[in-house]
Each structure stands twice: as C-alpha cells, then as structure tokens.
C-alpha cells in the first residue's frame, strides 16, 4: 500500500539563465583578447596626424624606434646606438642604393635624441627619401 503526501513530485530542472550569462561572458571575453591585425613583433604607439595613406613604394629599408629607445633594422636590433655604429649598420642593410625609401617608425612615447640621430645617421649616407609614418587621426 501507497501512502501519498498530497504533494506532486518536483521535477528536476537546469536553470538556463546562468548557464547563457557564462557562455556570453566566454564570447566577449575572447573577442576582445584575440589579435585580428598584427603587423609587427614590436608594439608601437604611432603619433597622429590628419593625413591620407599613401601607397607604399615597394623594399623600403624600415628603422623601428621603440619606446625605451632600442633601434631596429628590420627584424634586428642595432646594439650599439651611437650615430657612427648606426650609420655602419645601415651602410651594411642597404648596400649603395641610396635611393632607396626609407621609413623610421618612431613610438611616439620614444626620445627625441633616439629619433634625431637615426634621421642623422641616414641623411649623412645620402639617403634623400626619408619618411616617419604616422597614425591617421588628429592628437588630443
């Protein structure tokens, strides 16, 4: 024999309602930490200025400016920064072509004594197409 309570037995049920907040949580969270456009291995902090993109000439000679102050010819890092050890290692990068572009990508958090002497360094090789690529946008 059955002896009933008079309740109706509860039905196992999965709340759905959390379960959705961490699956939403889990999407934004690997949205906004996934990488969709990198350019280099260095981070830089381009300054900004109110100009239109140009289209690149092709094999310019890149020299990088990070923050702290550290130069880069291409992929390498020039270890010595004085004008005469950085004009040897740009002399070696670029072989006599002096008409080759060349592009001096400074941090905008960088000194202006690291960015000054590598301008310095290339103009006394002979090198007359300089450019300092920039962000689009105009500064705060």
Do not use: H, W
């Amino acid at each position: 024999m059955r002896l009933g309570t008079g309740r109706v037995p509860d039905e196992p049920e999965i709340n759905l309602v959390s379960l959705i907040d961490v699956v939403f949580c889990l999407i934004i969270f690997l949205v906004v930490t996934t990488s969709f456009n990198q350019r280099s291995a260095i981070r830089l902090e381009l300054p900004k200025a109110d100009i239109a993109a140009e289209v690149q000439p092709p094999d310019p000679l890149t020299i990088v400016i990070d923050a702290e102050g550290r130069i880069y010819l291409g992929n390498q890092e020039v270890l010595r920064r004085d004008p005469a050890s950085l004009k040897e290692a740009i002399a070696q990068v670029a072989g006599d072509d002096r008409q080759r572009p060349v592009f001096i990508r400074a941090d905008a958090r960088a000194q202006t004594q690291a960015l000054v002497t590598v301008m310095e360094a290339v103009g006394q090789l002979g090198f007359t197409r300089v450019s300092l690529p920039v962000a689009p946008g105009a500064p705060e």
